[in-house]
Each structure stands twice: as C-alpha cells, then as structure tokens.
C-alpha cells in the first residue's frame, strides 16, 4: 500500500462498517446487507478528507465467540488491519444499544491497541437531534462519542474532521490521482468457487490477504491490492466465485455475483483460475470464460492444484488440447499449471504477467500497418458493398490495452466481419499480441 495514514474500522457484526467505508468514500465500495458477517477479509479504499488523504480499511466482524464459523481467520485479518492502522474507528449499534460484545472488543482494543488514536461512533442514529440513545454508551468510558448515520450521512462530518485533524494535509491532486490509477493495470483473478483464488491472490502478493477456507464461498466481496515487486505495482484483485444462477440463493451471493463480474467487465487482465486436480471443464467454467471473452480484457489460463493432479505430461498435453477445444476464442490466451498452496510456478505466473502486459503496450508502425492492408487488399480484395466497392483507406491501431485496430474505409457498414477476422488474421502475422484479443473497428 502507499505511504499515507490507514484508519481502520472495528466492530461487531452487522454495525454498520461498510455502510460507513461507503459514506467515506464516497460510492458502495463494500458489500452492505443486514446478514451479519458479510464482511470477512480487509477492504481497503483510499478516501479524502480536508485535504488529507489516507486509506481506510473495512474489517469482519468481531466476535468473541472463537467457535463460529471462520471466526478465528476473520479475527486475524482484523488484527492485520490494526497492525497497519495510525488510527481507529470503533463503531457501535445504536438502535440495539450497548453490549456486552461491545465492551469485550473495546477491552480487547484498549489491551492490544492503546497506542492508536480511537474514535467511538454510534451508529444508526438516523435522528442528529436526538442523543438520547448515547447515554448508555457513557458506560464504555470514553468521551467524545460521535452520533452518526452512515446511511445517511448525520455526523459522519463532524467524526472525519477529528480523525484526521493530525494528520499530514497532502496537495492532493484528483487528475493526477485518476491518472496514476488508470495507469496500474488491474488484474482480477476469477473462477468458481473453492478452485483456490484466494490462495493464489494470497501467495502472489505475499501474505494471508484473503481468508482462505475449504467451504466454497468463503470469499463475498471484491478485495483489491496493490502489490509492489522488484519496484514494479500490481493492481490485483481477489474476486468471489461465480456459481450458476439457481444456485444463488441469497442476496449477499448475488451481490457478490455483481461485483465480481463488474471486476471482470472493468479490468485490463484477467487470471482464469480452474482446478487441475478435477481435470475437466466444467459448464460454470465456460460461462466465466464467456464473460471474459465478453469484456474484452487480456487473459491468463491458470490450472490450479497441480501439487495434487495426475502428473505425467501426457496428462497436462491432453488439458491444454481439451482447453482450446472448450475456448476457442481464448486461444491468444497463455495457459500455466500452478499450486497455490505449494508455491509452484507462482513466480513463473509473475513473468508471465509482465509479459502479457508488455505485450498489451505494443504497437505496430503506421508504415508496417500499411504494407499488412496493402498486402491483405493484394491477395483478397473486400467484396463490394450494395454494388459499391469498397476502398479501404488506412489501419491506425488505437491506444491500449485493449488491442483494436480502426479501419478507415468509404462504407465503415460494407465491410463484413469475415473479411475484418480475415485483416486481423494478417495483423497478428506480424504480431500475435499474446493475452490479448484482437478487435477491429469502422469508420471513415
């Protein structure tokens, strides 16, 4: 992460940390839904306010109870965000009033966390003028405490301006923070659910950034990380599993669902994650391959769990010649074996990243690109158009990634895809621009 302050926010479940993350920044960066636990592994925003910026993370929900399910994992992660913390948000329910849980985390902070700045805000008090409801909270030994609505919006205001009141005014730049943005290539890594995304994001970047657990479905929001290697950033993103649709039978999997394919129709490359130790293909895994195919970014087939599938190489032979039978429009993509949980080949995964990036960046001469229309009109002329010919004038390759080419012609409507596929075939001659897909446009 960038070298600017992080405020974490802490509380039990179901308080309203994301609804909070979200009134913060500004847009619904975290899932919010009135299941508790939603929320299990660290989200991180970046967030400005008064002219300082810093990044906020969202935490699980903390319980004292360590037999739940997953409890102990989502306590770790809480504690990696306090870890990288200056300072923290303890929020609290106001409508339910205070509980002993409440006391118990407050304790825990207190005794781990002493030398953190804490702020304490009671949350869903949807009335600004009635405090009525805080006097219990008095209880908890601190003062001020802050009444807040984050859905909407009371004394948010008021909470920020004292959390960030000591820290650094930065000359922040909203451009050029936008353009530094889209400058880091995003790379969402996708898959069913329990093929080991989360692992494989986790052994990438280094670290137990993302809950891993054998029940499928652990992951439900879109964690996002930027991971420095070798003085090069990596924008990558932790994704839930797509599951079939009859099987989404809640509403936090289907906004899980949402985002992860809003991570897919957004993002530059695409890390396609399947199970090796099943070796098959499976339907769930076209219909994410076809949303790939459908957003048009960059690709990687990874086969994950080699450290437990057959390994003799007629085995990995016949998976890659059953992958480009099952995906025919991803045959640009490259295609690696991995384990996750063993390390292997995850190093390779990195230069094969570098590469499919340094690949998306490349453009073809003006002059080579008229010599590959020149040819291509030599040996095939288009067909005419409603009894016109077709003229077809220059190939300006537009700036990517994505990799698209624009054909300028007299009838942008009368050249038919056959013959664009047929222009592109003779483009990726002279460049095959490997991950990437290929696309052509008209005009005039």
């Known amino acids: 992460m960038e070298s600017i302050p992080t405020i974490a926010i802490v509380g039990r479940p179901n308080v309203g940390k994301s609804s909070l993350m979200n009134r913060i920044v500004g847009y619904r960066h975290a899932i919010v839904d009135p299941t508790p636990g939603v929320t299990r592994d660290r989200n991180y925003a970046e967030a400005t306010w008064n002219g300082r910026r810093f990044n906020l993370v969202d935490t699980g929900g903390l319980d004292p109870d360590d037999s739940k399910p997953l409890m102990t994992s989502i306590k770790q992660q809480v504690d990696y965000a306090l870890q990288e913390a200056e300072a923290i948000i303890f929020v609290c329910d106001g409508r339910a009033g205070l509980v002993p849980d409440d006391k118990q985390i407050l304790n825990f902070l207190r005794k781990h966390w002493s030398g953190h700045p804490m702020y304490v805000a009671i949350n869903k008090l949807d009335n600004p003028n009635d405090e009525s409801q805080l006097a219990e909270f008095y209880e908890l030994g601190i003062d001020p405490l802050y009444p807040i609505s984050a ?16 820290m650094p005014v930065n000359d922040v730049d909203e451009e050029e923070l936008e353009r530094q943005e889209r400058a880091l290539e995003r790379i969402a890594i996708v898959g069913k659910p329990n093929v080991g995304k989360s692992m494989l994001f986790n052994k990438l970047i280094g670290e137990n950034r993302s809950i891993v657990d054998n029940a499928a479905g652990t992951t439900r929001d879109t964690i996002l990380y930027k991971h420095v290697r070798g003085g090069k950033t990596y924008n990558f993103i932790d994704t839930a599993g797509l599951r079939r649709p009859d099987r989404e039978k809640d509403d936090v999997e289907q906004y899980s669902v949402y985002r992860t394919l809003g991570a897919i129709k957004n993002t530059d490359l695409v890390i396609l994650v399947m199970d090796a130790s099943k070796g098959e293909i499976t339907y769930q895994d076209k219909r994410i391959a076809g949303r790939v195919i459908d957003s ?109 080419f624009r054909l300028k012609c007299n009838e942008p409507k009368g050249v038919h895809f056959s013959y664009q596929r047929y222009l592109l075939n003779h483009i990726r001659q002279e460049e095959t621009f490997e991950g990437w897909p290929v696309k052509m446009i008209t005009g005039h």
Request: with cysteine.
């Open 296 to 404: 048009g970014a960059g690709c990687i087939i990874v086969w994950n769990k080699w450290d437990i599938a057959k390994h003799d190489e007629h085995f990995w032979t016949q998976l890659i010649k059953e992958t480009r039978e099952e995906f025919p429009l991803l045959a640009f993509a490259p295609m690696i074996a991995t384990s996750a949980k063993t390390g292997l080949r995850v190093n390779k995964l990195f230069e094969m990243i570098d590469h499919v990036q340094e690949t998306g960046r490349r453009r073809i001469a003006p002059e080579v690109l008229k010599n590959i229309l020149y040819d291509a009109v030599t040996i095939q002329p288009p067909p005419t158009f409603k009894a016109r010919e077709l003229k077809l004038k220059a190939l300006v390759q537009l700036d990517g990634p994505p990799i698209v």
């Open 151 to 166: 859905v909407h919006g009371h004394g948010v205001a008021d909470l920020l301006d004292v959390v960030v009141e000591k």
